[in-house]
Structure formats: C-alpha cells, structure tokens
C-alpha cells in the first residue's frame, strides 16, 4: 500500500453493520444511510456482518488495513462487539481509535448517555462533526472469558431478563417490559459477596450493576451522576429490593432515583470482584448474556473515542 493509500484509509471510515439488527428495513435504511454519507462527502468502506460476533474480526482486519474510524450499525450488541475487536486487537492503540454509532437496534441504551438522536439522519450529522469523547472501557473475566464492555455490566436479576430477552426480541422495545416483568415474578435472590477497595459487603442481592454509562435494560438508570472519563466505575447494589418495592418504585427505575432507595447502596471504585455465594446468576454485559458465576471487573481509563452529540 502507498503512503497515499494509507493517509487515505486513515482518515477514512469502516463501516461495521449488523443488517438484521432490530428490524427488518435494512435495505431501506442502508440506501438511505448511503446517500447521507455520500451527501456530507465521507469517505468510506463497508462490511457487512455474517454471524454472531462476526463484528471483531470484521474490525480487526480493518484497523490492520489502516483504518481508525469505525462506524458501528446497529444496537448495543453490535456496538459491544465491536468495541471487543478494538480492544483485542494489537494493530494500534485503542486511543488512536474512534467509534461513531448509527443506531438501528431495538435497545440503544448507550447512546442515551450522551443524548445521540435514534435518528439516521442526525447520526450522520454527529460523525461528519466528529465531536469526541475519550471514555473509560470495562474490563470482565469469569472462569472462562475475558469480555470488554462501554455501557452498564451486572449479574443477578439484570442478568436474568437479558437470558429472558433471547426469546422476546421479535417483540421490539416491548421485549423489555415484559422481560423486567418475568423477573419480578420469578428470578430468586441470592447471597453476594462484593469485594472492593478493601470492603467485603455480604448480603442477599437482587443484583450487583457495574456503570461506566447510565442506561441499561431499555432506558432504566441504576447509577447516577455517572461521568465516563472519570477512571471509575459506578457500582450500584440493589439488596434486599421485594417485586413491590419495585413496582411502587418503578418510575424511579427509568429516573435513576432508584438508587436512594433504603435498599439501594451506591459505591465508586476501579475494580471490583463479585462472588455469588448459594447460586450461580447469570452475568450481562451491554445486554449481552456473557455466562453465570462469579465476576472481576477492571477499568482501562479514557480507552476509545466516540462521536458523541
């Protein structure tokens, strides 16, 4: 590759998109996402992604091509994996790289964070600004694997709905609600024990949620006062919480005000280790079921730049 291909692909954008993400409209939005792009006079590739986690090789490849600007197309998942392949791969610095989201899922919690419009035209508008934002990215080992997340991670009762969303997810936006409701019914607390900064909390634990940003699970907020550059996570634990406490509680879910709740216990800190002790929860991740068991969480501070509002 020249020099001049390589300034050209630099500064160009990859575009990652998961054409089955949330809809079923693809070709639609695809042609008209072309013409925006075209329109603003931004240069770019594309790929489109084949099957479940295709998004980490597709971003590898490109960032050993040269490329260090990424459009995700798609929900959380799709951004979430390609966040993944950004940070595994050894091609660059993960600060060299930026990440521009064009929202076509059906949760798209994360761009709540940073009030970017579900609107493909106002997307477009974001990434021809290119206003950045260098935010913290988690780090998240089980038994098994070591996933990265950039929104809201947890195990317990959060966990639960994701393993319930499998099923739901043709039901749209909706999936949620009826998700968060099954959990009410039937997810059973059990005994955490949360190790951080030199604390051992032991307590019978709705669930344990981990925030670098505000929303998960559809727009409910279980941190507050989040910033995402800070070096810290914002870690919420939900005791003792009843399906009443809840349900009397529930617009404090989606406000954040939930967390001021007599049951409710908020914490700042870089690491933090959880360790289920009668059962084995499952564990999310950007609305991402990663497994069930015990979690240790890390921070990597002011990890990637994403276009934000």
């Not at 020099?3 to 409209?25: E, H, M, R, T």
């Not at 980490?56 to 050993?64: D, F, G, K, S, W």
């Not at 507050?224 to 009397?248: M, P, R």
Request: charged residues 20%.
């Amino acid at each position: 590759m020249s020099q001049l291909d390589k300034f050209s692909v630099y500064n160009s954008w990859f575009i990652i998109a998961n054409p089955i993400a949330g809809n079923l409209k693809f070709s639609i939005q695809w042609k008209e996402i072309k013409q925006l792009l075209n329109n603003k006079n931004i240069d770019y590739s594309f790929a489109f992604t084949q099957f479940s986690k295709h998004e980490i090789e597709l971003v590898q490849n490109a960032i050993q091509k040269g490329f260090r600007n990424i459009i995700s197309i798609g929900g959380d998942g799709t951004l979430h994996n390609v966040v993944n392949g950004i940070m595994m791969q050894r091609y660059a610095k993960t600060s060299d790289i930026t990440i521009s989201v064009i929202p076509l899922g059906t949760g798209n919690d994360w761009i709540k964070t940073y009030n970017i419009p579900n609107n493909i035209e106002k997307a477009v508008e974001i990434i021809h600004k290119k206003n950045t934002i260098l935010q913290d990215i988690g780090v998240l080992k089980t038994e098994s694997k070591t996933i990265y997340f950039n929104n809201v991670a947890g195990l317990g009762y959060d966990g639960y709905i994701v393993n319930k969303l499998k099923t739901l997810k043709r039901f749209g936006s909706i999936a949620y609600l009826i998700s968060g409701i099954a959990g009410l019914l039937f997810y059973k607390k059990t005994i955490f024990k949360i190790i951080f900064d030199n604390k051992v909390i032991e307590t019978n634990c709705l669930m344990t949620i981990i925030g670098i940003c505000k929303f998960s699970g559809g727009g409910m907020q279980f941190t507050e006062n989040v910033n995402s550059s800070d070096g810290l996570f914002d870690i919420t634990i939900a005791k003792d919480l009843t399906i009443l406490d809840l349900f009397f509680n529930l617009k404090k879910l989606y406000s954040g005000k939930i967390v001021h709740h007599k049951k409710v216990e908020t914490h700042k800190t870089k690491t933090i280790k959880v360790i289920p002790q009668s059962s084995k929860p499952f564990i999310q991740a950007d609305g991402e079921l990663i497994g069930t068991g015990t979690i240790s969480v890390d921070i990597v501070e002011k990890a990637i730049n994403f276009c934000v509002n």
